[in-house]
């Protein structure tokens, strides 16, 4: 029986068919919704995003968002072509567009714009930059604790293409993907360039040794919210957190494990590699951690 699933597995909504897409200043239906097959980010993968929750009609740590994404434009050089404000109005404009007030997740894309030419150059890019923001009922919906399988992919150097950039061009990350879903996992994991553990193709990951709270140095992988978060808490709710390297030895010991992410928010991990982790379930530390962040939740967007 195949019971696959993945970390961004969502609970089955019609009202997904009908939803409305902001297109460069316009609200379009779904099937309208269409760039140019000249846009720099179909062409190139040249663009950055960022992904939104809508909890009880605020979408989650919105000022955090909009800092990671004007500084990846900056970054790469990319000219929003508004400011803060209307990047927020934007998204504001969307929600009201879907008639949403929780329960919603949204993806937030800015590319280079148009080319002239199909090719890389970024002065060919004559008309920009695209902006799109889909926005979606959605409810996570991961029935048991995932799957992990070490992948020879890695997470580089920052001199290559900086993990930390939330980048459109996710390639690397992909062929971990489908290396694990060969393997029989749900997600990769990802080691850095010295071999440490690091992070999964798409979320940030933390183990549980002795109480102790272990995640990645953050050198190599996504500067994720959630992840911040999840080091906050545990800080100031006296449970031992490290940032630091471990490896697939210490990981494999662990009593629990768990991803971090905007959509899944704390996701347990039975299963790495074909090992246990602790029981195969959610351990007492992840789900106090789980807890916390609900709480956390309900401070920052209301009960």
Not at 44 to 58: A, F, I, P, Q, S
Not at 284 to 295: E, G, N, Q, S, W
Request: hydrophobic residues 40%.
């Amino acid at each position: 029986m195949n019971d696959k699933i993945t970390t961004h597995q969502a609970e089955e909504d019609a009202r997904n068919e009908e939803i409305l897409i902001y297109v460069n200043g316009r609200i379009v239906p779904k099937a309208e919704a269409m760039v140019s097959v000249y846009d720099s980010g179909f062409m190139l993968g040249d663009g950055v995003w960022e992904g939104l929750r809508l909890y009880n009609g605020k979408w989650a740590f919105l000022d955090e968002h909009m800092d990671r994404l004007f500084e990846a434009a900056k970054a790469i050089d990319l000219d929003i072509g508004m400011d803060r404000d209307g990047v927020v109005s934007a998204l504001l404009e969307t929600q009201r567009a879907n008639g949403m007030t929780t329960d919603a997740h949204a993806r937030l894309m800015v590319t280079r714009g148009v080319k002239e030419r199909p090719f890389q150059h970024p002065s060919l890019s004559r008309s920009g930059p695209t902006m799109v923001i889909i926005m979606e009922h959605s409810r996570p919906k991961i029935p048991r604790p995932v799957r992990l399988a070490t992948v020879p992919h890695i997470r580089g150097l920052p001199m290559t293409q900086d993990p930390k950039l939330n980048s459109h061009s996710k390639l690397n990350c992909i062929l971990a993907c489908i290396a694990a879903e060969k393997a029989g996992a749900d997600e990769a994991l990802m080691l850095d360039v010295h071999g440490f553990v690091n992070t999964t193709n798409a979320c940030n990951f933390f183990i549980v040794r002795g109480g102790e709270v272990w995640t990645s140095t953050g050198d190599y992988c996504m500067n994720g919210i959630t992840r911040r978060k999840v080091i906050e808490l545990c800080r100031e709710n006296r449970i031992p957190v490290f940032e630091r390297n471990f490896s697939l030895v210490d990981t494999y010991g662990a009593d629990e494990a768990f991803l971090t992410g905007t959509f899944g928010a704390q996701t347990p991990v039975g299963e790495i590699d074909g090992r246990v982790i602790g029981t195969g379930e959610m351990g007492p530390v992840t789900k106090r951690i789980r807890d916390l962040y609900k709480a956390l939740i309900e401070r920052e967007c209301g009960a």
